[in-house]
């Protein structure tokens, strides 16, 4: 049996049969694109999830950083308590300080407090007599005051004994 491809009949057929194929080219086509939406939704689902997951954990760390935080404050406000000055001792300390002003102003002694303990340097000051004598010698409070003297001396100039060394 041969077909005749002109037949009406045929031909009908044929357009039914393309139509249909058509048809279901569409829904699969359709399927699939779906079945990628389906896909990529899951893949955001599972990336949301892990986020989240991540998110969970980075906020518990925050917690514990926030409350390591507070300790530490508490810890450093507890620290800075001990620190604080007595008001005694506030007190000797101001002592002390306007007693070496007033002894710097009373002998003109500058001390250069770099130097070893063992060691005595500065300078001497006499505004009145426009003098300057540095020094530098071993802790002697006997050699450093004849350096005062000398400095306050008016006739240091011409007597041969300068500063002691």
Known sequence: MTVDVTDPWYLRLSEEFDAFCKKVDDKIDKQQQQLKACKKRNELENKLAQELKIKDELTQQ?????????????????????????????????????????????????????????????????????????????????ALWELV???SDPSWPDKENHAPN
């Open 62 to 142: 925050l917690s514990e950083l926030s409350r390591r935080d507070s300790e530490l404050d508490r810890v450093c406000a507890a620290f800075e308590a001990r620190l604080t000055i007595a008001d005694s001792d506030q007190n000797r300390l101001d002592n002390a300080k306007e007693s070496y002003q007033l002894a710097k102003e009373l002998t003109g002694i500058r001390l250069d407090f770099s130097a070893p303990p063992n060691i005595a340097k500065g300078y001497v000051k006499n505004e009145a007599r426009k003098l300057l004598l540095p020094f530098e010698m071993q802790v002697n409070s006997d």
């Open 149 to 151: 003297k000398t400095a």
